[in-house]
């Protein structure tokens, strides 16, 4: 891919889901913080020539640290974040100069390069582009009473993840709409489509998981066992 690209990595939350004293961000995932999986695999990627990482206030001086410590050479900025995560978001643009941008969450360390491979080509040839999964259940939309009122198409039907890739300056303008009519999304896609830009599905993996509550580590740590297996036998070690 010869377009460079710049990354927002957003890890401002404080998870309580949870339910640990430590932000989920900073848990350890086998050998190293989940945040550090994440940097790493953004920080290998070729098309990657800069990260912005956005944090807690508090957790700025530990990150930087780690930069050092893991040799996390395209990591160009730590910066605290928001409020809320669209205002980190924006914050995190603001230190980026790339013309075209992803963001990710922090605590989606696996997602895979091919995967960010395709929702970056995705989004070069249409302009904006999440990664996403087929839903596999059935939805059930329900009312506040708790009755069911309608069962949606499942065919029509993603889960949406992240990376979410746009050209910058289009992600900027539609933060700064939305920023100025009081409006917060629940992802970037959702700022984006309110000006009326499409934003094409690149179908990712279903590994690439969001760790959010307790029982998303120890899967995490499964699958991260499970690929660091697969490397060794890939390269005929035992």
Known sequence: MEQKWGV????AGRGSRMGTKESKQYLRLADKPILVHTLELFDRLSFVEEIALVVGEGDIVRCQS???EYGLRKVSAVLGGGAERQHSVKLGLTALRSEWVMVHDGVRPLVTEAAVANCCRA???SGAAVLAVPVKDTIK???AGGVIVST???RSL????TPQAFRRVMLLEAHARAAAEGFLGTDDAMVVERMGVPVSVAEGDYTNIKITTPEDLPYAEFLLAQR???ALTGRGET
């Open 158 to 161: 993603w889960a949406i993840q």
């Open 152 to 154: 949606p198409d499942r």
């Open 8 to 11: 927002v990595i957003v890890a």
């Open 141 to 143: 939309q329900v009312d």
């Open 123 to 125: 989004a070069l040839a």
């Open 228 to 230: 660091r297996s697969s």
């Open 66 to 68: 780690w930069v050092s």
